[in-house]
T-cell receptor, first 113, second 113 residues
Framework: EAGVAQSPRYKIIEKRQSVAFWCNPISGHATLYWYQQILGQGPKLLIQFQNNGVVDDSQLPKDRFSAERLKGVDSTLKIQPAKLEDSAVYLC???????????FGSGTQLSVL | GQQVMQIPQYQHVQEGEDFTTYCNSSTTLSNIQWYKQRPGGHPVFLIQLVKSGEVKKQKRLTFQFGEAKKNSSLHITATQTTDVGTYFCAGRESGGGADGLTFGKGTHLIIQP
């Protein structure tokens, strides 16, 4: 079974630039999450989708971050404009739904200079 | 909002010694999950606890969920070098509308041969 796919693996940008991350969840998984993991810390939930609807985006900095999951399958997370403090690994995870375990992708490591 | 705290932040052990990490939530949880993240890797699901006072074992790993469903622990017996990594607990708030997990900061396990 294919896992959660994410791209790119690494991204280096300068502050105030924009960046986008892509995620393709495990086939059939209704729930998709984007987490931000700053070095040395635990993952922090940014946004949760159930199919193509947003369930929770309470911790998403909406002035600069946006995410969409068109057609309820793959998803993109965008940052515009990026700040130095956005340097982190952005993890996508999916689950079949309900309160089940999460399957994480390998993440995108973002460095903002 | 919900907070999940883990202690210790770092734990150095000699190979063969035991290891325990503790997790405490500021709110009652519907369930708690544990994940392991190897250096440079992504979180991988270990186990989910749902019932008050539940104890589950996986070979050398023992997981407990507190009676009040606000705390949990992971104990590893006779650590091996393959146990190196960061162990995260992640909880779902009881009665919460969304089911996104709140992660602790993790306990980094360092094993000296």
């Amino acid at each position: 079974e294919a896992g959660v796919a994410q791209s790119p693996r690494y991204k280096i940008i300068e502050k105030r630039q924009s960046v986008a991350f892509w995620c393709n969840p495990i086939s059939g998984h209704a729930t998709l999450y984007w987490y931000q993991q700053i070095l040395g810390q635990g993952p922090k939930l940014l946004i949760q989708f159930q199919n193509n609807g947003v369930v929770d985006d309470s911790q998403l900095p909406k002035d600069r971050f946006s995410a969409e999951r068109l057609k309820g399958v793959d998803s993109t997370l965008k940052i515009q404009p990026a700040k130095l403090e956005d340097s982190a690994v952005y993890l996508c995870a999916s689950s079949p739904g309900g309160q089940q375990k999460l399957f994480f992708g390998s993440g995108t490591q973002l460095s903002v200079l | 909002g919900q907070q999940v705290m883990q202690i210790p932040q770092y734990q150095h052990v000699q190979e063969g010694e035991d290891f325990t990490t503790y997790c405490n939530s500021s709110t009652t949880l519907s369930n708690i999950q544990w994940y392991k993240q190897r250096p440079g890797g992504h979180p991988v699901f270990l186990i989910q606890l749902v019932k008050s006072g539940e104890v589950k074992k996986q070979k050398r790993l023992t997981f407990q969920f507190g009676e009040a469903k606000k705390n949990s622990s992971l104990h590893i017996t006779a650590t091996q070098t393959t146990d190196v990594g960061t162990y995260f607990c992640a909880g779902r708030e009881s009665g919460g509308g969304a089911d996104g997990l709140t992660f602790g900061k993790g306990t980094h396990l360092i094993i000296q041969p």
